[in-house]
């Protein structure tokens, strides 16, 4: 059984990405993970994704990115067919209210136990939550087009997205931060709980606004 955990390149002038530090501190400790760094570009993201998805047949996919201003890993739940980028990617482009993928669903939500993966996060000292937004850049980009090739190309395989906060070398005292070394935990233990469970908890994750 072979898990594909990516995680990204650096991007908006940061020397480093959280997600793909923590990425590769889970790959070498755990036999079955294979991890792999997708671009910041709009262009070339879904095609290096799909690539190492043939490659690799994993069972299992899992794509982390950064979210700068969050404090808790972040398991995603509704990837949006939406690009709408605030800042210009890697090589420069900005998309503009363009789809992810022309005559896609609107949403897609994750195959993941997001709730059960919070819970076993949580139990590791972490901080998680659910999150219902992965934003409108290239990690949504990445989400929605990993589960548009679930839904089309393989139905066998199970998938989703989780945000790891920034590291505090990258945000400064007194800004939302945590440590890689945490968050290779938290990807360790949403690893785990996908691959032991199917139906998620019963439980409210759900926000006011």
Known sequence: MTVLLTGFAPFGGSATNPSWQAARLVAARRDDVVAVELPVEFGTSLPALRATIERHRPSLVVCAGE??????????????????????DNAGDQPVDVPVMAGGPAAYFTTLPVKAAVAAI??????????????????????YGLMHLLATEF?????????????PEQTGAGRPALEV????????????????????????????N
Do not use: M, W
Request: hydrophobic fraction near 45%; proline fraction near 6%; glycine fraction near 8%.
């Open 122 to 143: 949580q139990a590791k000292g972490v901080p998680a939550a659910v999150s219902h937004t992965a934003g409108t850049y290239v990690c949504n980009q990445v989400f």
């Open 155 to 167: 139905p066998s395989l199970r998938g989703g997205f989780v945000h790891v906060p920034s590291a």
């Open 67 to 88: 979210a700068g201003g969050r404090s808790a890993v972040t398991p995603e739940r509704v990837a949006i067919n939406l690009i709408d980028a605030r800042i210009p």
């Open 181 to 208: 070394q945490q968050s290779a935990e938290a990807l360790d233990a949403l690893i785990t709980t996908a691959l032991t469970t199917v139906d998620d908890l019963d439980v409210s994750a759900g926000t006011l």
